[in-house]
């Protein structure tokens, strides 16, 4: 079953405390993820100030600046995973190195009925 | 046999069987709400077939069988989900054999105690969901126990029974590395349980016994089916509680503090289990915090009298405590153990540190610890002002009954 781990955390946090984690040691992570395949997709995000927010209301196309809603954590990155269940899953987010600044946030992917 | 006594025989395989039956049939059907569909199926065919062919000599692997098979028959009637169909019916462990086991039924039902307490279950939906699944008891009796409408409680059932499903939070033992802190999980839902039932968050009884009751056979059962020093601690714990349930309350319902109860009401054999339990738990050496609250409350319950215990074990009891969980409530208990120990003014200054710390700042019982320092300091205006800022913070009916008490005797 695939789990979509949604990683958050307060940007001005998330690489200036201690604990932080450095890019290669999540690449490490990644690396390890394919390798058992486990791993789908995962990438870190530039920060919210870059996001932009698109909608569709009554066939027009409406832009804004920032995320969608505005939360003390945001989101800073993903991993689509593949696990047996929802420990299996546990088990892969508790190892995301952000997860010790900030949280991962653990999803089943709703498979779309045709 | 006659019909009547079959009745009888399958209510009382129900009341004794029902669980375990329940805990396999989610094994075998994956889900709980099949499962439980398929158990009343198998009980109504028991009612059928059993004054005809007799009672089978083991009615549980009868009604584990019976219950799967009514269950793929269902499924085969109502849906045309073939993928499902095969699964089910080719599922390992689906064999009789199997389901008569002990050891596979004992493991069924840590499984359904496991997923029922999972932290990814919301805390309220964890305990409604192990009282009605592991305890058995119905969605209105949890509701009475509760104080709410029992559309609240079989809503947080159905939640918790959809997330399970759709998160695929698995029905098994945790693996080794996981078992310390799931396993705390478990006793935290077993304790607050308890403590509904022994001290209720509102209402204007002292005790609902039958919670109570419930959570310490749920921590025998847990004990039986996986020995391990914190569950024994806790069932230590709840156990010397419960000794003194008799003597916490008057005839009208208001609380009676451990200095002043009536000792003779304690339950002598509550107590000598309930120490005995924390001596083992103690020699296994790999005792947490369970285990020293239950210490604790051997120490008071082997104590004639409240200024005849050993204040200084109690101390030092809290001292290990709190290396185990720096926790402020934990340390405000200690800080009353200090007063009973060298009197109420360093109790006082005890409390006030934590106080100017702020971690207790909304806990009532905090001020109502710093007011009865005061009180037996002779300070009488701290003292009012103390037990009425402790009033502000409470809704227990007892609780408040006590506090006004207590500010009508300064």
Redesign the interface.
């Known amino acids: 079953m695939k789990y979509l781990c949604l990683v958050y955390a307060q940007e001005d946090q998330l690489h200036s405390l201690p604990e932080s984690p450095q890019d290669a040691e999540c690449m490490a992570y990644s690396q390890q993820l394919t390798e058992s395949g486990q791993l789908f997709a995962g990438q870190a995000l530039e920060p919210v100030a870059t996001a932009t927010t698109v909608r569709v209301r009554n066939g027009e196309v409406a832009i804004t600046d920032g995320p969608f809603a505005e939360t003390k954590e945001q989101l800073a990155g993903f991993y689509l995973i593949e696990a047996r269940d929802l420990n299996d899953a546990i088990r892969v987010a508790s190892q995301i190195p952000p997860a010790r600044v900030g949280s991962i946030e653990v999803r089943p992917v709703r498979e779309l009925k045709p | 046999m006659r019909e009547t006594d079959i009745q009888e025989t399958v209510t009382a395989v129900y009341r004794s069987e029902s669980r375990r039956i329940l805990a396999t049939l989610i094994r075998l059907l994956g889900d709980f709400d099949r499962a439980e569909e398929a158990m009343q199926d198998a009980f109504a065919a028991a009612v059928t077939q059993w004054p005809r062919e007799g009672v089978p000599a083991n009615p549980r692997a009868w009604l584990v069988s019976a219950g799967r098979f009514k269950a793929i028959d269902r499924l085969r009637r109502h849906t045309r989900q073939e993928a499902l169909l095969k699964e089910l019916a080719e599922r390992p462990g689906g064999e009789e054999e199997d389901a008569v086991a002990s050891e596979a039924v004992e493991d069924d039902q840590l499984r359904l105690i496991f997923t029922c307490c ?1 932290p ?1 279950l919301a805390a309220d939906a964890r305990i409604a969901l192990t009282l009605r699944e592991v305890c058995g008891l119905t969605t209105e009796e949890v509701a009475r126990a509760f104080i709410v409408k029992p559309t609240t409680i079989a809503q947080r059932i159905v939640r918790a029974k959809r997330k399970i499903r ?5 029905y ?1 033992v ?2 080794r590395t ?1 078992l310390p802190g799931r396993l705390d999980a478990v006793l935290r839902v077993i304790y607050l349980v308890f403590n509904e039932g022994y001290s209720p968050s509102s209402g204007d009884t002292v005790t609902r016994s039958d919670l109570s009751g419930e959570a310490i056979r749920l921590c025998r059962l847990l004990h039986a089916l996986l020995p391990d020093p914190e569950v024994l601690g806790l069932l230590a714990l709840m156990l010397l509680q419960e000794s003194r349930r008799a003597a916490r309350a008057t005839a009208e319902g208001d609380l009676i503090r451990l200095e002043e109860q009536d000792r003779s009401l304690w339950n002598r054999e509550q107590i000598e289990e309930g120490s005995a339990l924390v001596l083992q738990a103690l020699r296994s050496r790999r005792f947490g915090p369970y285990c020293i609250q239950a210490a604790i409350a051997a120490v008071h319950a082997g104590a004639p009298t409240a200024k005849a215990t050993d204040w200084d074990e109690i101390v030092g009891l809290y001292d290990v405590l709190l290396r185990m969980e720096a926790s402020p409530v934990v340390a405000l208990n200690r800080a009353v153990a200090v007063a009973m120990r060298d009197g109420p003014a360093a109790g006082l200054t005890e409390v006030d540190t934590l106080l100017n710390r702020g971690d207790l700042k909304h806990y009532y019982l905090a001020y109502a610890a710093r007011a009865d320092f005061c009180a037996r300091l002779g300070q009488r205006e701290e003292a009012r002002a103390g037990f009425r800022k402790a009033l502000a913070l409470t809704e227990q009916g007892p609780e408040r009954r006590y506090l006004e008490r207590r500010l009508a005797e300064l």
């Open positions: 999972h990814a759709d998160a695929r939070i698995p098994e945790p693996e996981d």
